[in-house]
């Protein structure tokens, strides 16, 4: 049975439990890990929930100041089976590109949830989530592959902003493995793969009134 997402499995890996524990740390499962009826997240939330896949995922950030609307970098946890692996014990370089991309992804959600929810505070919106149409899409991504990822084991993907500028976004990600096979080996960090993409969100929709 796959552990679950939760702050608790991380705090067991000494490396991930000393940077949860840093003072002002925001942890969260990421949506996208919840099953929904309309199939979106299917690949995360189900596909790739399990034992021998992504066994668990959690997202963490600095809590920003109170005048500042938006966290500039997140990192996001997970735990890796065996069941993705392109050669023995190295994850394949799909899935590599895969978390890269959804990690992205999550800093843009942890923003929009932020900046709907300050939205709600001041009486301009309603729900505990933003609406579907403030996603954001990849419009580009370029991937470096510098060393295997191993499996079994856990990892560490740290994103950023590198620039803004209306509905577009540019951000970078580096995945980072202890070397060595396994959870809960303390060793030298590495950076496996990086990454940069260009995010897009919709244009509003018009008002039909």
Known sequence: MAPQDSRATFLRIPWAATLLK??????????????????????????????????????????PPADKEW???????????????????VLHGGIVAALLDEAMGMLQGCNHERRHMSAVAKGKADGELPP??????????QINYLKPV????????STRYLKRD???????????????IGEDYDGDEVVCAT??????EPKPKKSKL
Not at 25 to 51: Q, W, Y
Not at 150 to 157: E, N
Not at 166 to 180: C, L, S
Request: hydrophobic share 35%.
């Open 71 to 89: 966290v500039e970098d997140v990192s996001v946890l997970f735990t890796l089976g065996n069941g993705m692996n392109g050669h023995p014990n």
């Open 22 to 63: 840093q003072p002002n740390t925001i942890c969260r499962v990421p949506n996208s890990r919840e099953s929904k009826s309309s199939t979106e997240d299917s690949l995360f939330a189900e596909i790739l929930k399990g034992p021998r896949t992504l066994r668990s995922c959690l997202v963490f950030y600095q809590k």
């Open 195 to 200: 990454g940069e993409a260009l995010f897009i």
């Open 150 to 157: 191993q499996t079994p084991g856990a990892l560490i993907v």
């Open 132 to 141: 579907q149409p403030n996603a954001s899409y990849t419009a580009t991504f």
């Open 166 to 180: 209306g509905r577009k976004t540019w951000v970078y990600a580096e995945i980072k493995q202890r070397e060595n």
